[in-house]
């Protein structure tokens, strides 16, 4: 008995349906990346993805290293001192997370954005970087358990962000910043480095 072949009109029908599907999920995968950096600013304005460029990144890691190298946290056990905890907070493709555990740091990157985390979390695979990532509104993070934050300023929650830094990170703890500044917070916040674009800022000992 011969097998039924579906009639012509379904094939093309199961075709249509598995492009679809390709199209729409890649075009998802790629929107953070290619599809809304391509689109005009003049016509929509703020885009929602950009990272810090690789040479960005390691400057930042350069400076954040010298000032630990001439700061080291105290140690007051006969250990060997832990690796010191970096988050990136929003951390996009991933990269900065990735640098930072090549450079000794025991990094995690928190980010909402999912295609985002699923692409940083292959990408780690690939580099066989030991960092994690997790799915979480970074306002949802507990800074204090951080030694060096990262971020590029993600500028709608940065006034937001202020009072979270200053309550929040430890004495002596780090928080970079790539492309923008924390005004106004001289009282908490010292300058402890600064190169191009980047600045790296330490927690005063000073609470109000
Ligand atoms: C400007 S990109 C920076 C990416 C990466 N940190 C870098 O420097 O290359 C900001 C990232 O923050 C993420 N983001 C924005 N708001 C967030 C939030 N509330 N919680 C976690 N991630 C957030 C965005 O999805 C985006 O990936």
Redesign the pocket.
């Known amino acids: 008995m011969e097998a039924q072949q579906p009639p012509p009109q379904s094939k093309s029908k199961y075709l249509f349906y598995g492009l679809t599907a390709v199209t729409v999920s890649s075009t998802l995968f790629l929107l953070?990346f290619i599809v809304t950096p391509a689109l005009p600013r003049k016509l929509y304005g703020a885009l929602?993805?950009?990272?810090?460029p690789s040479k960005h990144?390691k400057t930042a890691l350069k400076l954040i290293n010298n000032r630990i190298a001439t700061n080291p946290p105290p140690n007051p056990t006969s250990l060997p001192p832990k690796k010191l905890k970096f988050v990136?907070?929003?951390?996009?493709?991933g990269?900065?997370t990735i640098l930072a555990s090549f450079s000794n740091f025991d990094a995690l990157?928190?980010?909402?954005?999912p295609s985002?985390l699923l692409y940083s979390r292959a990408a780690s695979v690939v580099s066989r970087s030991p960092c994690r990532f997790k799915s979480?509104?970074?306002?949802n993070l507990p800074f204090q358990d951080y030694d060096v934050l990262?971020?590029?300023g993600?500028k709608p929650?940065i006034e937001q962000l202020k009072p979270k830094l200053i309550s929040e990170v430890r004495i002596g703890g780090l928080v970079c910043l790539?492309r923008f500044k924390l005004t106004s917070m001289d009282e908490h916040f010292e300058v402890v480095g600064r190169e191009g674009e980047v600045t790296i800022y330490e927690r005063t000992s000073k609470r109000t």
């Open positions: 953070p929602p993805y950009q990272n810090t990144i990136d907070l929003g951390s996009g493709a990269e900065a990157g928190v980010e909402i954005n985002l979480l509104n970074l306002i990262f971020m590029f993600v929650l790539y």
